[in-house]
Structure formats: C-alpha cells, structure tokens
C-alpha cells in the first residue's frame, strides 16, 4: 500500500506540474516566443516595445509603420506626422527571437 500511495502522490505532482506549465503558456502574452517571420508580427513586437515608453498616443500618430528585414533584422519605424517636427520611432528587432536590440525616437 506504500508504494501504490507514493505512485499516486508522484502522479498528482506532475498532473499539477503539467497543469501550471499549460497555464503558464497561456499568459506569455499574444506572441509566442521564437522567430519574427513577417513585417506584422515585428511591427506588432515594436508597438508594444514603444507603448510604455512613448505613450500610445505618440505611438498612434506614427501610423503607418515600416517594417524592413535586412541582415537578420527587422528595423522597424513610424511615419511623421504631416506639419510635425522631429523624428520618428524607430525598433530594431531580432528576426530570430524578437529580442528588442534597440529602440529610439529619432531625437537623438
């Protein structure tokens, strides 16, 4: 009976192992880890970069955004405003795992 109770305990513990990992993997956010495969998944990547940074009324004034591939890359970038002074935002991002390399607003 011993052996059959710490079978069952061993059982519950990676029952429950499994269930925090499928969880866990549920709120890791809308984009899965892993390579940046088109312009929209690295556009969206950059907007969520820049958004706690700039505010997502500054974000929203740069549409539409560019996303360019180059070298492993994605460089990503908004659009000046008409009539505006300054620049724009600007991502570069890692096509191999969406890593932010760096970010900027143009002003530098």
Known sequence: MGRT?????VLVALAAVF???QSMKSRSGDRPPGP?????AAI???????TPVYGREQI???KPFRALLRGGVW??????PSNSAGGVV???IASDNGRVIRMSDGRR
């Open 5 to 9: 109770v710490r079978v069952l305990a």
């Open 19 to 21: 269930s925090l990992g």
């Open 36 to 40: 940046v495969h088109n312009a929209k």
């Open 44 to 50: 969206e990547i950059a907007v969520a970069a820049w």
């Open 60 to 62: 929203e004034k740069q």
């Open 75 to 80: 460089t990503v970038e908004g659009t000046l």
């Open 90 to 92: 600007l991502a570069e």
